[in-house]
């Protein structure tokens, strides 16, 4: 699914636009990345431009998805590419759905996952009106299992041997997950927080 309008983060330093086809080398080049498959490894080691197409083409009908590409705002400087995140496994029947984030590496430590997971969140639950969405992240992918629980998502349970490693075998993951209430009460305002004070995720 395809919105009509692009999503401005509350700070103003991160814009969530529908994916285009002038965004499809660039989500090419993030998807098979070493450090992005380093955590999720069952993703494509090579991945073209064509083929970055063909998914973001397959995707757009469905409407249990909304795909985003996520581009840094810079006063002065034309909007930079910074990764996508999406809202998927959208249930309308029991309002829930799942969503996650892959940012460019060269941006790390800039705060954008912070700025993107924020405005996702504020579709998800104030947009879409869902109950709940959930996380899934590798078993050790320390990193982002720490930034959920910082904001206040709670760790529902390992999935054993849940995701494929990419060299035929299985490894864990971690399931996560925010409600509407959570989202209201705490969860928001931590992540707000974060924004405000400045310090980058």
Request: aromatic share 10%; proline share 5%.
């Amino acid at each position: 699914m395809i919105l009509n309008e692009s999503l401005t983060s509350l700070s103003g330093r991160v814009r969530l636009a529908p994916p285009s086809e002038s965004d499809d080398a660039f989500f090419a080049t993030v998807r098979c990345h070493p450090e992005t498959r380093r955590y999720l490894p069952f993703f494509p080691a090579h991945c073209t431009p064509d083929d970055a197409r063909a998914r973001r083409l397959s995707r757009e009908p469905n409407k249990a998805i909304v795909d985003f590409s996520i581009y840094a705002l810079t006063p002065g400087s034309p909007p930079k590419y910074a990764g996508n995140t999406t809202l998927f496994n959208i249930d309308e029947t029991f309002k829930t759905g799942e969503t996650g984030a892959c940012i460019s590496p060269e941006l790390f430590g800039q705060g954008i996952a912070t700025d993107a997971l924020h405005t996702v969140l504020t579709y998800a639950f104030e947009e879409r009106k869902l109950h709940r969405v959930v996380f899934q992240t590798a078993a050790y992918n320390v990193r982002m299992r720490s930034w959920l629980e910082r904001f206040g998502a709670t760790l529902e349970g390992t999935l054993r041997e849940g995701w494929a490693d990419g060299e035929g075998g299985y490894m864990d993951g971690c399931l996560y997950s925010i409600l509407e209430h959570e989202w209201r009460q705490n969860v928001k305002a931590k992540l707000e927080g974060r924004m405000d004070l400045g310090v980058r995720a």
